[in-house]
């Protein structure tokens, strides 16, 4: 069984980087609330707010308006899997 935070980390190194389609494919493939966080952020990046919501909603206690600063996100995205 994969470690899913690891892989969810990579996915938001990999966004960092600029890579947000990599980022995206690798989210889309988990449903654990960091990958449904990285997923929300990564649509916000992309500018596509409705699905943004859509991901934050399977995110407790994450909202749309929490972050104004993606970057500043993935990297609380980080942290949080490096606490885990």
Request: proline share 5%; charged share 25%; hydrophobic share 45%.
């Amino acid at each position: 069984m994969p470690n899913v935070a690891l892989i969810i980390e990579l996915a938001v190194q990999v966004a960092l980087e600029g890579d947000w389609d990599k980022s995206h494919k690798i989210a889309q493939e988990y449903y654990d609330p960091a990958a449904n966080w990285l997923h929300a952020v990564l649509h916000k990046i992309e500018g596509d707010v409705w699905n943004s919501k859509y991901w934050y909603a399977r995110t407790p206690g994450k909202s749309y308006e929490d972050f104004i600063d993606p970057q500043a996100e993935l990297l609380a995205i980080q942290n949080s899997l490096k606490v885990s």
